[in-house]
Each structure stands twice: as structure tokens, then as C-alpha cells.
């Protein structure tokens, strides 16, 4: 791990901590004296395009004046904000400045409007971004594209012969395979709606707060899936996970008003989000399951992220198909 930060960090003799969490890279916090930097190695994907793309929004968002603050590469000698490591069976490393801040609790509902605020800003400041290169993540409801392994006949097949492992969860594969058939008449349908750029992840692990105010969110994070989309998605992504949470109506309130103090989103968009909600679930179900198949996780992190997702949808199902939200945001 030395030679790898010194590659960004040439004089570098400190301590490295290994950051906790995360699915799909490989975080360690950077400390020398009084300086500090985050060390991010890519583990499930080699595609340097895709870090190009992440880099170039981030270095444009760098240029405007954001409130609240985001990763901003920083590059080897070269000039270039990658490396590739050889010794690590050609992943990609990279290193951002260090930002200082909490990481809220997702059960505190205090932080929500100052979200709600952080995310407006940010659709609007990514809807003047022009990173110049050609995003490598298609939009969320290209779902074949984005999942070559989860055809509709093989996430059928996972209710009706499942594998080793989910025989005990055919009530909430159906629920999910349900979900999947059902998204599905509705995804040509979002194509018409407004695009831009969007984070694609928001979320209460991609974001930072105050130490001195837990309700002021300082920074958001974690830009790797950041592409061209539905801009009401980013809206939808957030509102998604925010669902059995035991304030959820308020922190939903909160949300909503810290976001449209910046955004206002249209008529057909705002009618759109319960479809959008229920494709961010399908959507993550879909990545765990590639992820299962492809032989990345165990399947007791399948099992994990089934009973989860499943009793989501079934809240939405709940409260008449997402008429509570769509209510909430009226």
C-alpha cells in the first residue's frame, strides 16, 4: 500500500486506515502530520473510462460555487488522477483531497432538509456540467443493457428453480420478480422525460455532516456513478431510502422542501417517481444479483439485500403504489 499512495503522495511517511463499509471499492484514510487525503481503490471493475467520466464531472463541479463540498482528484506527477496497479491485477487506484465531516445516522431525521437543500443544488449545478467525454453508465431504466446476466427469464428462473441459498425466500422473490415484470411496461415511458447529469447514489452513506451540526450536511460524496439520466432519478434515489424508516412522512417533508427551494420538477415528473422509486429497487437488486452470479459476494449477501429490498416494495405496495409519496411531494 505504500508504494501506492506514494505514487500520488511522493514524500509521504504517515499512517493509512482501512475505511469501513462500501460495495464497491476499496477506501483507506491518508494521514501525514497536519495533511490528509483519501486513498479509493476501484475492486469491481476495471474500466478506466468510467473513472475518466467521474473525474472530469468532479473537476467541473470543482469550478463552480457549491455549498457543500465534493471529492476532487488529486494527480500523480504525470498530471494524470489514475494509476494503474499491476500488482493488483490491473485495478485502478485514485486519491482525493481529505474533507472533514460526520457521517450522519441513518434513524436521525435532522439532517433531511439540509439534504433536500445540498441535492437541489447539486441537480442544478450538474445540469451546467459538460464533462466532455461520453458517460459510461447507461440510465437506470436501461435495465438489459445495464444487466446482461439478469434477463427477464433468468430472475424468473430464481422464483421458480431458485438456487442453493434462496429456497427459504420464495415470498420475497416473488415480491422482486413481481417488481421486475411490472417495471418493465413503464421503462419507455421515462425515456421522454427531462435528462441531465445526475449523482445516481445519493444517499445517508454518501454524504457528509457538520461535527459541530448534525443537521447541516457539509459534503456529498462517491460521484463513481454519476451519468446522463432522468433528472427527477436523483429525487427518487434519495426518496428511495428513505422508505421504513420510522419518521419516514417527515423526513420525506423535510426533504422535499430543502430540494424544491432549487428544483422544481414537473408535473409528469413528479407522477413519474413511484415508477422511478420502484426502479432504484429493482435496480439494486439487479446489481447484488450480477454481483452473486458473477461470483463476487456469497449469497448470504443476496439473501441480505432480498429481504430488504422485498420489504420496501412491499411498504410502497402498501400505501397504494406510491400515492403516499406522490402526496408528500404535492
Known amino acids: 500500500m505504500n508504494t501506492i499512495v506514494s505514487r500520488f503522495w511522493p514524500e509521504w511517511n504517515g499512517t493509512l486506515t482501512k475505511r469501513s463499509g462500501g460495495w464497491n471499492n476499496t477506501t483507506y484514510f491518508v494521514e501525514q502530520d497536519d495533511r490528509r487525503a483519501v486513498l479509493r481503490i476501484y475492486d469491481t471493475h476495471k474500466d478506466q473510462e468510467k473513472i475518466r467520466f467521474e473525474h472530469a464531472v468532479l473537476q467541473q463541479l470543482a469550478l463552480q460555487d457549491l455549498p457543500f463540498m465534493i471529492p476532487v482528484p488529486v494527480p500523480v506527477v504525470t498530471g494524470d488522477t489514475l ?57 437506470y431504466y436501461e435495465l438489459s443493457t445495464n444487466y446482461p446476466l439478469c434477463s427477464r427469464e433468468a430472475v424468473a428462473g430464481l422464483y421458480s428453480n431458485p438456487p442453493e441459498g434462496l429456497e427459504g425466500l420464495l415470498p420475497e422473490l416473488k415480491v422482486l420478480v413481481e417488481a421486475y415484470e411490472g417495471i418493465a411496461g413503464s421503462l419507455e415511458q421515462l425515456e421522454r422525460l427531462p435528462h441531465q447529469l445526475v449523482h445516481g447514489d445519493l444517499n445517508a452513506s454518501n454524504l457528509l455532516v457538520s461535527a459541530q451540526d448534525g443537521a447541516k450536511v457539509t459534503a456529498l460524496l462517491d460521484f463513481e456513478f454519476c451519468t446522463r439520466d432522468v433528472r427527477a432519478m436523483e429525487a427518487a434515489v434519495i426518496l428511495s431510502g428513505m422508505l421504513c424508516h420510522a419518521e419516514e412522512e417527515r423526513i420525506i417533508r423535510d426533504f422535499w422542501r430543502g430540494y424544491s427551494r432549487t428544483i422544481t420538477l414537473s408535473t409528469e415528473e413528479i407522477a413519474a417517481i413511484p415508477v422511478l422509486i420502484l426502479l432504484r429497487k429493482v435496480d439494486v437488486f439487479l446489481h447484488f444479483l450480477t454481483r452473486y452470479l458473477e461470483g463476487t459476494d456469497e449469497v448470504n449477501v443476496l439473501q441480505e439485500q432480498i429481504v430488504l429490498l422485498a420489504a420496501d416494495i412491499v411498504q410502497m405496495s402498501g400505501e397504494a403504489g406510491g400515492e403516499r409519496q406522490g402526496g408528500v411531494l404535492r
Open 83 to 139: 494509476v494503474r496497479l499491476e500488482e493488483r491485477e490491473g485495478k485502478f487506484a485514485c486519491m482525493f483531497r481529505y474533507i472533514a465531516g460526520d457521517s450522519p445516522a441513518e434513524q436521525d431525521p435532522g439532517f433531511y432538509e439540509s439534504f433536500g437543500d445540498a441535492a437541489g443544488s447539486l441537480t442544478a449545478a450538474l445540469a451546467d456540467v459538460d464533462p466532455g467525454l461520453p458517460a459510461v453508465y447507461r440510465p
